[in-house]
């Protein structure tokens, strides 16, 4: 019975061997020639013969699914071309192997519960991969599509009697195409975040160092993988990142800084700034991208939420307001950014607009000359395009005055010419317009 028996132990083996290792597959070939020779001999036990061709077709067989499980677990499972996916590949020692083994079950876990999963793939990498260098990891992840890659070993020593595993981590990561300068103000907004890559776990208490262990690979992973995605400068990619991020400014909350994240602070102000550049880069996409007023508003009021004080997120917040039909919060942002900084002009070009546009034009008049003789962080054609498609849904006579003002004074005179000369002769007729005719009049001479 132990001569039949010895097939069904070989082929255990062989579902169980780890298929990602190099050498699986000569290990994987020695086993399928022994299964073979088991096979053969358990049958001549019972009297059954085979010819010789028949063993060696078995053997053929066996290798060829050999080397297609090898082929898939090594070569083809770590791949992803999906952005999002981030790979293994700690060498642990035997005695922190158990330790290690929790903390990247830790980390899935982590990623289901933060609603990461559709996206953020982890990817088991092949075991016996052993990278020394930054450049051979980043030559890998490359070729495997990767985003990042959480490498590096494990150690155990003893501290006052105690068996301790220490973890020693690194990352590395795929971008985008760029040049020097920009690699390197990438890799310092990493760095922010990512200053410490060594922590211990002492087996007395492993619970609170595998707390410790997994929390920070957690986050320096996701943090490491957001800033890459905003790299790639995508709205899918930025949206991506913009998700990641706002997790991980969640988990920080209820952080403390020591010494395992001696630079909690600063990574969460990174983290607002990243947040900020994105809601803005999400609202100005919808904005003249795909037209999505209502979606660009809501990007836009997430900034204005995380940077209240910042002048740039109300004039955007002001803008989207009033195209979304809501008067009292444009307005409201406008005076905002009016308080935040009285010296820029973005807030005149807004309270002049709705001067004009509430027929009070003595106002708008001094609020358009506060502005001086240029106007700056600002694309005036966009302000002009804005009240001329406010002017043909309301057909406003003042709005054309505004639009021709503002064109002659820091557009096209050609096209501002035009648009005074035909407020104009829209407004003769109106004795209220007689102010904003005689300022027309003054401007085209």
């Known amino acids: 019975m132990g001569t ?34 088991a096979v053969a001999t358990g049958l001549g036990v019972i009297g059954i013969t085979l010819k010789p061709s028949a063993y060696v077709e078995m053997f053929v067989l066996l290798e060829f699914i050999a080397l297609a499980v090898w082929v898939y677990q090594r070569w083809i499972r770590p791949f992803d071309r999906k952005t999002m996916a981030i790979g293994f590949a700690v060498r ?3 005695t ?10 830790s980390f899935q876990r982590e ?16 075991s016996d991969l052993n990278f020394q260098t930054n450049k051979q990891a980043e030559k890998y992840l490359m070729n495997k599509g990767l985003r990042v890659i959480v490498w590096g070993d494990t150690s155990t020593v003893t501290v006052g009697g105690v068996t ?30 990512v200053q410490r890559s060594k922590w211990s776990v002492s087996h007395d208490d492993s619970l609170a160092g595998l707390a410790v262990v997994s929390g920070n690979v957690l986050e320096v992973s996701l943090y490491t993988l957001a800033v890459c995605l905003v790299s790639v400068s995508t709205p899918e990619s930025v949206g991506y990142a913009v998700q990641v991020l706002e997790r991980i400014k969640g988990l920080l909350l209820t952080r403390q800084q020591d010494e395992n994240f001696p630079n909690l602070g600063e990574t969460q102000q990174e983290i607002d700034m990243l947040l900020a550049a994105q809601y803005a880069r999400l ?14 508003r809501i990007w836009a009021n997430k900034w204005v939420n995380l940077e209240p004080r910042s002048y740039n997120a109300n004039i955007q917040a002001a803008r989207l307001a009033w195209d979304t039909g809501d008067r009292n919060s444009a307005l409201q942002h406008t005076s905002r950014a009016a308080q935040i900084a009285p010296q820029e002009c973005l807030h005149r070009l807004n309270l002049g607009f709705f001067h004009f546009y509430d027929n009070k034009f003595g106002k708008g008049i001094v609020q358009y000359r506060k502005l001086g003789d240029r106007v700056y962080r600002t694309n005036i054609v966009q302000v002009v395009a804005f009240i001329l498609g406010v002017y043909d849904k309301t057909k406003k006579p003042a709005l054309l005055y505004a639009a021709g003002w503002l064109s002659m004074k820091f557009g096209d005179s050609t096209l501002g010419k035009e648009l005074l000369e035909d407020f104009i002769e829209k407004a003769k007729e109106g004795a209220s317009y007689a102010p904003l005719v005689k300022e027309a009049r003054k401007a085209l001479k």
């Open 96 to 105: 922190s192997l158990p330790i290690y083994n929790e903390v990247r079950a």
């Open 4 to 37: 039949t028996n010895e097939p069904l132990g070989l082929l255990e083996k062989l579902l169980h061997l780890d298929w990602s290792v190099r050498t699986s597959i000569i290990v994987g070939t020695v086993a399928n020639g022994l299964l073979v020779v």
């Open 283 to 296: 609202s100005e996409y919808h904005l003249f991208e795909t037209q999505n007023v209502a979606q660009s």
């Open 164 to 193: 301790t595993s220490v973890f020693n981590i690194q990352s590395s990561y795929q971008h985008k195409p760029m040049d020097n300068a920009n690699k390197a103000s990438l890799a310092n907004t990493i760095q922010k975040g």
């Open 92 to 94: 642990p020692d035997a």
């Open 111 to 126: 990623i289901n519960k933060l609603g990461l999963s559709d996206f953020v793939k982890i990817r088991k990498l092949p």
